[in-house]
């Protein structure tokens, strides 16, 4: 009978536990309503529910959560995406590999129809991502005389690590197809020195595509990858999934603590994959155990010895200057606009001044593209003169994101917030107006 006597206060202790637990679950869901709402400014139980991934508050660029590889080798491009779908509602890898709306070539459904083309790397392609849900240009394109009540189809050419002369490249094959357009913007400069420079040091002709995109697939057709890429290939492989299944747990959250705890989750999924594929691109350039990286059936024009600096950035820069003539040219004689536009990045020294938040996400000290950029940016601004004088509608966005307080970049490469996104567009939008404007209408 004894023991019963210490019923009482076992009651009490699980009495003050479950009343303990309780406070602590309202206090999180409190601070997770806080949260919730500095990020999304709106209220938890009253939010907007949405299908769109993006909307979630988790960056997800580049992650394409049912495939293990996206990329595939194509014979004149260098690679394309894999076609199927894209967590973007309304998006596609379409059926030559761009993310689009649309399947290429695309005809012109009705007479106020104006089909803009859009060339370069993953800026552009999120740039025409950004126009296509947003209509910026079209909406400035309608006040001039011209273009009033008129429907922009943007035609997307750009695939992440695209550099000249895959622009002038994709926008000749789909020409020779038949596919037409009335205007074609091509935004460009980071890659064409950042991952030239990285072809170099490889031993791979800076020209050639993107070595970090293409060797990784030649590898895995060549049967040549070392163990620990295949590894690495094996870890993406089954996050994957994972990532996949927390987004929907993550989007049918029923409490703000959930989504809390969730979203760190998925971000926590998403960094380890990416960290991964950071490390897959390193452990693609070592060959296998057996040497077997030697029989390769893919040909590639190779750079021995590797060049200098001194010699590599006006290459780079002179190529990029020709391959852009060469598109206007091609467009002239089709009586086409063309719109060239470097694109800004942060490696490049500005007026810009970057927060300390925002220099942890933007800013990498083991940034294979830092060291490029600070030396690219440079010459390719010294061409401009020769662009302009081959009467390129040419226009320098390095500094168009010197003016926002806010954090314009969404990582240690290249990419923007909506900010930036935002930004772009409106410079894009301004320039193609202000330079439509000074032209007589047709």
Same mark, same amino acid.
């Given at each position: 009978? *004894?023991?019963?006597?210490?019923?009482?206060?076992?009651?009490? $202790?699980?009495?003050?536990? /479950?009343?303990?637990?309780?406070?602590?679950?309202?206090?999180?869901?409190?601070?997770?309503?806080?949260?919730?709402?500095?990020?999304?400014? #709106?209220?938890?139980?009253?939010?907007? +529910?949405?299908?769109?991934?993006?909307?979630? $508050?988790?960056? /997800?660029?580049?992650?394409?959560?049912?495939?293990?590889?996206?990329? +595939?080798?194509?014979?004149?491009?260098?690679?394309?995406?894999?076609?199927?779908?894209?967590?973007?509602?309304?998006?596609?890898?379409?059926?030559?590999?761009?993310?689009?709306?649309?399947?290429?070539?695309?005809?012109?459904?009705?007479?106020?129809?104006?089909?803009?083309?859009?060339?370069?790397?993953?800026?552009?392609?999120?740039?025409?991502?950004?126009?296509?849900?947003?209509?910026?240009?079209?909406?400035?394109?309608? !006040?001039?005389?011209?273009?009033?009540?008129?429907?922009?189809?943007?035609?997307?050419?750009?695939?992440?690590?695209?550099? !000249?002369?895959?622009?002038?490249?994709?926008?000749?094959?789909?020409? @020779?197809?038949?596919?037409?357009?009335?205007?074609?913007?091509?935004?460009? $400069?980071?890659?064409?020195?950042?991952?030239?420079?990285?072809?170099?040091?490889?031993?791979?002709?800076?020209?050639?595509?993107? @070595?970090?995109?293409?060797?990784?697939?030649?590898?895995?057709?060549?049967?040549?990858?070392?163990?620990?890429?295949?590894?690495?290939?094996? +870890?993406?492989?089954?996050?994957?999934?994972?990532?996949?299944?927390?987004?929907?747990?993550?989007?049918?959250?029923?409490?703000?603590?959930?989504?809390?705890?969730?979203?760190?989750?998925?971000?926590?999924?998403?960094?380890?994959? +990416?960290?991964?594929?950071?490390?897959?691109?390193?452990?693609?350039?070592?060959?296998?155990?057996? $040497?077997?990286?030697?029989?390769?059936?893919?040909?590639?024009?190779?750079?021995?010895?590797?060049?200098?600096?001194?010699?590599?950035?006006?290459?780079?820069?002179?190529?990029?200057?020709?391959?852009?003539?060469?598109?206007?040219?091609?467009?002239?004689?089709?009586?086409?606009?063309?719109?060239?536009?470097? #694109?800004?990045?942060?490696?490049?020294?500005?007026?810009?001044?970057? @927060?300390?938040?925002? *220099?942890?996400?933007?800013?990498?000290?083991?940034?294979?593209?830092?060291?490029?950029?600070?030396?690219?940016?440079?010459? /390719?601004?010294?061409?401009?003169?020769?662009?302009?004088?081959?009467?390129?509608?040419?226009?320098?966005?390095? @500094?168009?994101?010197?003016?926002?307080?806010?954090?314009?970049?969404?990582?240690?490469?290249?990419?923007? !917030?909506?900010?930036?996104?935002?930004?772009?567009?409106?410079?894009?939008?301004?320039?193609?107006?202000?330079?439509?404007?000074?032209?007589?209408?047709?």
């Amino acid at each position: 009978m *004894k023991n019963f006597k210490f019923l009482p206060q076992v009651k009490q $202790g699980l009495k003050i536990g /479950l009343i303990n637990l309780v406070v602590l679950f309202v206090l999180l869901e409190i601070g997770s309503l806080i949260f919730y709402y500095s990020k999304h400014k #709106q209220f938890y139980y009253t939010r907007e +529910r949405t299908e769109d991934l993006q909307n979630l $508050g988790i960056n /997800l660029e580049g992650v394409r959560v049912g495939e293990s590889v996206v990329e +595939r080798l194509h014979p004149y491009f260098g690679y394309v995406q894999k076609p199927g779908p894209d967590f973007r509602p309304g998006f596609k890898y379409n059926n030559y590999g761009f993310i689009s709306p649309y399947d290429y070539p695309y005809i012109k459904t009705n007479k106020n129809q104006v089909i803009v083309g859009v060339l370069g790397g993953s800026v552009a392609g999120n740039y025409s991502i950004y126009e296509v849900q947003n209509k910026i240009l079209e909406k400035k394109l309608q !006040q001039l005389p011209q273009f009033k009540g008129k429907e922009l189809i943007i035609i997307s050419l750009a695939i992440g690590g695209y550099k !000249q002369p895959q622009q002038l490249i994709t926008l000749n094959y789909l020409l @020779s197809l038949g596919q037409k357009f009335d205007l074609v913007i091509n935004i460009d $400069g980071f890659n064409e020195v950042a991952l030239a420079n990285i072809n170099n040091q490889n031993g791979l002709e800076f020209a050639m595509p993107s @070595s970090s995109h293409v060797q990784a697939l030649t590898g895995l057709a060549n049967n040549s990858l070392s163990t620990r890429a295949l590894k690495t290939l094996l +870890r993406i492989k089954d996050n994957k999934p994972k990532i996949k299944n927390a987004l929907e747990t993550l989007k049918d959250c029923p409490l703000a603590s959930c989504n809390a705890v969730m979203s760190l989750y998925v971000e926590d999924l998403v960094n380890n994959y +990416r960290r991964d594929v950071a490390r897959f691109e390193r452990y693609r350039q070592k060959p296998s155990e057996d $040497g077997s990286s030697a029989e390769s059936v893919i040909y590639f024009y190779m750079q021995y010895p590797i060049l200098t600096d001194a010699k590599l950035f006006p290459k780079i820069a002179n190529h990029w200057a020709k391959s852009s003539i060469l598109i206007h040219e091609v467009l002239k004689e089709n009586n086409i606009p063309y719109f060239h536009i470097l #694109q800004p990045n942060q490696y490049y020294p500005t007026q810009r001044v970057f @927060s300390e938040a925002e *220099k942890k996400v933007a800013f990498s000290q083991d940034s294979p593209y830092q060291d490029a950029v600070k030396k690219g940016y440079p010459f /390719l601004l010294k061409e401009v003169k020769e662009l302009k004088a081959n009467q390129i509608n040419f226009f320098d966005g390095v @500094s168009i994101l010197d003016d926002t307080k806010e954090p314009a970049y969404i990582d240690n490469c290249c990419h923007y !917030q909506k900010i930036g996104e935002n930004i772009l567009s409106n410079f894009v939008a301004d320039s193609i107006v202000n330079t439509l404007k000074k032209q007589p209408s047709p």
